[in-house]
């Protein structure tokens, strides 16, 4: 038996923040949204009795690269603006069985319920991530209405892309250098748009998907939640200049002193 509660877990307290700010950010209206965060066996058996598996979950597809590994999710159907008054029904602790197929429900999702339907392209991501970084943790979700918009309006190329919103703040091209993968309009809640996602995130860590919303892996909820800012504050800016003559920009070579400044490199290609 275990004589703390995961509720008092500094993971769990900095989950609900989250999910309750980006309800704030007015990032995930009614159910949207989700977010995973990979937690060690270290950091979950103080909580929780690993040994007693509450429920088995089939996941649907098979990720046999995330064997054993623990995942605090948010639920389907869950609203975030709700987390904050019920994490145990809201959140659920899950662990990856050996063959890659099931989540085994150790905490959480008290009123019968289960993980995200987006499951595949959290998973899936993350394997991308882990095998780039080995500090990746976090992968989140949400619907950003700058993000959204510009995706109507904006050309989907990742390039042209990637360059409009690194002209909108200085800060985007240090933030993101890796860019930003476009996805077109996907079914979501599938594998497919699960392995398009994950393909994405072999090469940057944030992913559009158009006319939806965006997806981030970062290293810490913070990281991640900072990316989706960041990019939600250029495509803001953006919306707010797309229609007025442009008299002023930030040039290739204002970025390059910038890479040179901070240390950071620009993903191939996307600067001249
Ligand atoms: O959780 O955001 O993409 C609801 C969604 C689906
Ligand atoms: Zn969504």
Not at 93 to 98: E, G, K, P
Request: overall charge negative.
């Amino acid at each position: 038996m275990t004589d703390k509660t995961l509720l008092e877990a500094p993971y769990v307290v900095e989950m609900v923040r989250t999910c309750t700010n980006m309800y704030a950010h007015g990032w995930d209206e009614r159910n949207g949204g989700n977010i995973s965060l990979l937690l060690s066996e270290e950091e979950v058996a103080p909580y929780v009795d690993v040994n007693n598996v509450l429920r088995q979950l089939p996941i649907g597809f098979v990720e046999p690269s995330l064997a054993g590994k623990y995942f605090l999710v948010t639920g389907t159907g869950k609203y975030f603006k709700n987390v904050q008054y019920d994490p145990a029904a809201n959140l659920g602790l899950i662990r990856i069985t050996a063959d890659g197929a099931t989540a085994e429900l150790l905490w959480g999702f008290t009123d019968g319920g289960t993980f995200t339907s987006e499951l595949p392209a959290h998973l899936m991501s993350h394997a991308v991530r882990l095998s780039a970084d080995p500090n990746a943790r976090v992968v989140m979700h949400c619907h950003p209405a700058n993000i959204l918009a510009m995706t109507y309006v904006h050309s989907l190329d990742e390039r042209e892309f990637t360059r409009t919103l690194w002209q909108m703040c200085t800060e985007c091209v240090f933030v993101f250098p890796d860019g930003v993968g476009v996805l077109p309009w996907m079914c979501c809640g599938t594998t497919e748009i699960g392995q398009a996602t994950a393909e994405k995130m072999r090469e940057c860590r944030l992913v559009v998907w158009a006319q939806h919303g965006i997806y981030a892996a970062g290293s810490s909820l913070d990281d991640a939640f900072g990316l989706i800012e960041t990019v939600e504050k250029g495509a803001e800016i953006y919306l707010k200049v797309a229609h007025l003559p442009r008299l002023n920009t930030i040039t290739d070579a204002q970025m390059h002193e910038l890479e040179a400044r901070f240390g950071v490199k620009a993903r191939e290609g996307f600067l001249d």
